[in-house]
């Protein structure tokens, strides 16, 4: 079918532009066989393939799918901070897809967690979209080198589960451009890919479905995309506005129900033909795109497997690690307490869930590594965590008086984390939590295994020393946790949010689910750590958190000038040693703070990172190259980023609470915001700040005795604030109206020159 676009468009009938624009079923597009335009096969994603047969698909992950490989799902791969072992992965999944002749994959998931209560929290990424974006871009590029598109999803703002397919985000523009949209736009820009999922809400107003501003302003016209907008899973409100607006593909099919609507559309000329051709060359361009993706290759689930446990390897988080009392030792007598060791959570419910292939048990591969006994009880039913029953503590609590050491795993199985419903608080199941406090009462050594999608509530933390978190760590989630707990594998995750110390913490508290349908983001851009660290409220564990078994030490940080200009970019270096005794792994973040600053701006925001590997006593030297926007905010009124001249710390380290250096480059930028036009209701201090009209102000403000107009640029806020027409009102003041008029055009003129 590679023809010209334009040429096939051109042979097409009305009727059969309808056609291509909305699904024939549940996961297939329609074809033109007239034209030889073929159907094309569409999968979730985003962890892993879920192939459902034909008659027997769903959206929700209620009917059974084929086999696959469940990686790590987006919280948990994310905690990896790693875009070659996403990449692995995101090339892994396309291989698999390929098998099933799916050539459109609905991943990756990446919305911001903005809340640890949202439903999805385990698809996606993290809570910066710095990271998100870097890890999108890569998932991108690597599946789509296989020849399967990628979906990115949801665009934009889906960032609760509550009554998703109706509710409004508002996000004021400065947010949304800045949090919410960044992510999106570095895997458009950098990933490049040839299709994107609308997301089901309303963004400001207006379904993201039928969202002009979003799609085809933003998305296209901003960021340069040129692929195929696919919708959310029943997010079309109206078909017609919806093509209106550049929704490409309206998934699933509707039968006849769409092509009804866009009809009428069309012939009432509320749709032009032009707008429906917009759309039907997206969706030729994606099937001209995945032309390769329909080769088979279906022996790939044992060396995917194989990588999927290599990926949980590199995503599992120590927390915490008092007294080294982990790694554990293989000979000594270990207690396994806790169902979730034998049946481990490795992903989450709903449209991603994987029909997974082979699944690693951890108390297996416990017992596997261990050399000494390995002891087990379930601690808790499984089906029914709210239940405190003596029926499984007591049983637990024999075991873990005998053991020399103990492992306590327990975390939210899939009832309390799915697609289409929040969580209702941070707490772990009751019987889960009764078993930590029970077990580190006897033996204060246990070491907490915690498996959850997002942070959760920990009343124990204080009296636990170890405690490493596994996300959902897809289906080699059990060998990677043996694997690090015995030391044979040294953790190396960090976490992509923060966890807080309670919910009434979070900055979405008081609006994340607050009515029905308005959700106002009222905490702007001071999402995860940039809310807390401006807040200065003490965290559990802070954004970019996790230990290892070896030490690093930083030194060296380097940046390439110390005076720059907005233009230029920034070139900083940084050396990292492996101290230690043992070989590991350490992610060296960056973050950039704006000094001093016009707008409220967060302490500091994560602009690079590298995750390197380091035996003993070996140095790297890591280097970052920031450009204009990892110095810039985005200004609402100009609509356009803007950097402000001034001092930027730059600092380097472990975590976003643990930066180990860091030194001052100053910037120099145009002047932030100049003056356009001078009102009376200018201040004294916008006119100061002008060199173009500073000297104007001063030959006005000598008339005045109340002035000294030398000390203006530096004078006090209340003086600086005062409007230009206080020169006029003000008792006694011998500047007549007719002056102050006169002065406003001459500064006006000075502006104009
Ligand atoms: C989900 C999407 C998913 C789609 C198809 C929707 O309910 O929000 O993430 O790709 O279903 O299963």
Redesign the pocket.
Known sequence: MRQDIRAIIDKLSLEEKITLVTGADF?VSRAVERLDIPAFKMS???HGV?AQAEGAA????LHASAEATCFPSGAAMASGWDPEITAAVGAAIGEEAKAHGIRVM??P?FNIKRSPLCGRDFEYYAEDPYLAGKLAAAYIRAMQSTGVAA?P??FAGNNQEDR?MVSNSVIDERALREIYLPAFEMAVKEGKPWSI?CA?NRLNGVFCSENGWLLDQVLRKEWGFDGAVIS???AVSDRAKAVKAGMDLE?PGTGEFSDGILRKALTAGEVSEAELDACVEHILRLIQRTEAAVENRNDVLAEHHALARRAAEECLVLLKNEGHVLPLEKTRTLAVLGALAEHPRYQGG???HVASWQVDNTLECLRELADGEVLYAPGYDLTDGESVSDEYLVPAMELAGKADQVLVFVGLTEQYET??ADRADMKLPKAHDALVRQVLAVHPDAVVVLTAGAPVAMPWIEDVKALLSTYTAGDGLGSAAARILFGEVNPSGKLAETMPICLEHNPSYLNFRESKTDIRYAEGVFVGYRWYEKRKLSVLFPFGHGLSYTTFAYSHLTLDKQRMNETESLTVSVDVMNVGEVAGKEVVQLYVSDMETSVPRPVKELKGFTKIALEPGETKTVTFRLNRRAFAFYDTLDGDWAVESGEFEISVGASSADIRLRDIVTVEAAPWRPLETVTQETTFGELADDPRTYPLLCKYLRQSPMYHPEEMPDAPEFLRNLPLWTLNHMAGSEITKQMLLQYVAELNDVLRK
Do not use: I, V
Request: hydrophobic share 25%.
């Open positions: 996961f979730d994603g985003p879920r769903d959206h929700l992950g609905l991943g998931a979906c999803k949801h998703r999922m089901y959310d899973w029943g998934m709903g449209s991603s697609e289409g």
